[in-house]
């Protein structure tokens, strides 16, 4: 059975940058539509970030355009985000998750297999 284990995050001060890894065991990443899920205490998980695999169509909600990058690593067999100019409100855990199924999107009920998170903290 396959899974996802996210690494990289950590504690960063506003401005600064973070790069988190989405690496797959027991199947190939490629295959699969990747998103990126944020979640804070009290809320539900919120996609903010997914990676087609069909294509490697890119999508971005508004929060994080412009200053997050999702690409596929085929070499680590991985998804990677690369956060540039953090805010505190990024601070949260992020999630990984991959399907089959289309190209993913943002609802966290396409998808099959999820990682357990990593934590972010934005703060200085």
């Known amino acids: 059975q396959g899974q996802l284990v996210e690494s990289g995050g950590g504690l960063e001060q506003p401005g600064g940058s973070l790069r988190l890894a989405c690496k797959a065991t027991?199947?190939?990443?490629?295959?699969?539509?990747v998103g990126w899920f944020h979640q804070v205490p009290g809320r539900g998980r919120e996609g903010i970030s997914c990676?087609?695999?069909?294509?490697?169509?890119?999508f971005y909600v508004d929060s994080v355009r412009g200053r997050f990058t999702i690409s596929r690593n085929p070499a680590e067999n991985s998804v990677e985000l690369q956060m540039d100019s953090l805010k505190p409100d990024d601070t949260g855990i992020y999630f990984c998750?991959?399907?089959?199924?289309?190209?993913?999107?943002?609802?966290?009920?396409?998808?099959?297999?999820w990682g357990q998170g990593t934590q972010v903290t934005v703060s200085s």
């Open positions: 027991g199947g190939t990443l490629e295959n699969y539509s």
């Open positions: 990676i087609a695999a069909a294509n490697h169509r890119k």
């Open positions: 998750a991959a399907t089959l199924l289309g190209t993913g999107g943002y609802d966290p009920g396409v998808y099959d297999y």
